[in-house]
């Protein structure tokens, strides 16, 4: 009768220290990020940026959370934590 809607899992995307992708991420839900992405990441839900990560491209998320490295810019619709090991070369935009 009524479709139950399917919500994202609290955290449905993980990319492992040892990984590494070329492109764009998109998730309707959490990232977390241990490896090297160049490019684009966006997420409906938090992103993490772990020590070990490193980022060419812009992260957008609703809550951002950095350890690594990220050459590129940052939008938050809610926080920015940066870590004292975190290393931001861009521009922050906090909603």
């Known amino acids: 009768m009524f479709k139950k809607k399917d919500?994202?899992?609290a955290m449905d995307t993980v990319l492992g220290e040892y990984s590494s992708i070329s492109g764009n991420i998109e998730s309707e839900g959490s990232?977390?990020?241990l490896g090297k992405v160049e490019g684009d990441i966006k997420a409906g839900g938090d992103?993490?940026?772990?020590?070990?990560?490193?980022i060419?491209?812009?992260?957008?998320?609703?809550?951002?959370?950095?350890?690594?490295?990220?050459?590129?810019?940052?939008l938050s619709k809610g926080i920015l934590h940066l870590m004292t090991q975190a290393r931001l070369y861009g521009d922050i935009e906090i909603g």
Do not use: H, R
Request: glycine residues 12%.
């Open 7 to 9: 919500t994202p899992l």
């Open 31 to 33: 990232i977390k990020i």
């Open 47 to 54: 992103v993490y940026i772990e020590a070990t990560s490193s």
């Open 56 to 74: 060419t491209g812009n992260v957008y998320g609703s809550n951002v959370y950095v350890s690594g490295t990220i050459k590129g810019n940052v």
